[in-house]
């Protein structure tokens, strides 16, 4: 079964740095997404992305982040200049339209998370 | 998206028919009722979603009210593996439509 897969596991980083987060989405899907959990707290949304362009982003995903899709198959979230409250668990989603003229079942599909540990 | 209120925790035996409750009052007609789970740490996994007719799948039941108001997952026999937070979730169908989590159920499923 078709899977959303990230890299790495882990990340651990110094305050400041940049980092690059890593997401192969399922190969026919279309729409792109981020959330991130950050330790005992809720699921938050963060960016999502289609046609090759950001559709929404969250009030969190401030000038520090940024996202591309560098080739077919790669979706990834980039950190400039890493803070501690960054420290969560990233994870990387995608779903795709049904196409014009019915219902859009939008059921996203996670990967297993990215966590970034900022020291 | 309409706000959701469920439950912070609830126990369930293992075997038996784990029926997780959301209520969902300002649901609005053209809103669909999803449900998620995340087991522990994990990525959120999609359970099932229904608009107004109840909903069955190879892993829950999905009953949601005349009146749309509220909805009812039930694992029909849960195992332990189904312990998780579930996240019931109240959204637009369009194709980019965001997840909005609040904090769920905490499901312990006891041997």
């Known amino acids: 079964e078709p899977e959303v897969t990230q890299t790495p596991s882990h990340q651990v980083t110094q305050m400041g740095q940049e980092v690059i987060l890593r997401c192969v989405p399922i190969?026919?899907?279309?729409?792109f997404y981020w959330y991130r959990q950050i330790l005992g707290q809720k699921v938050e949304f963060l960016v999502s992305?289609?046609?090759?362009?950001?559709?929404?982003k969250s009030e969190i995903f401030d000038d520090q982040f940024s996202v591309e899709r560098p080739d077919g198959s790669n979706f990834t979230l980039k950190i400039r200049s890493t803070k501690l409250e960054d420290s969560a668990m990233y994870f990387c989603?995608?779903?795709?339209?049904?196409?014009?003229?019915?219902?859009?079942?939008?059921?996203?599909?996670f990967g297993p998370g990215t966590r970034l540990t900022v020291l | 998206d309409a706000k959701t209120t469920q439950p912070p925790s609830m126990d369930c035996a293992e075997g038996r028919a784990a029926n997780l409750p959301c209520n969902h009052s300002?649901?609005?007609?053209?809103?669909?009722v999803y449900w998620y789970r995340q087991i522990h740490s994990q990525g959120p996994q999609y359970i099932i979603h229904?608009?107004?007719n109840n909903e069955t799948n190879e892993m829950a039941s999905l009953i949601i009210t005349e009146d749309r108001k509220s909805s009812t997952l039930i694992l029909p026999h849960a195992t332990l593996r189904d312990t998780a937070v579930y996240y019931c979730?109240?959204?637009?169908?369009?194709?980019?439509?965001?997840?909005?989590f609040g904090k769920g159920t905490m499901l312990l499923v006891s041997p």
């Open positions: 992305f289609y046609n090759n362009e950001i559709s929404e």
């Open positions: 190969s026919n899907h279309l729409y």
């Open positions: 300002t649901i609005s007609g053209n809103e669909y």
């Open positions: 979730i109240v959204r637009v169908a369009t194709g980019y439509s965001t997840l909005t």
């Open positions: 229904g608009l107004k």
């Open positions: 989603a995608s779903s795709v339209s049904s196409g014009a003229g019915g219902p859009v079942y939008n059921e996203q599909f």
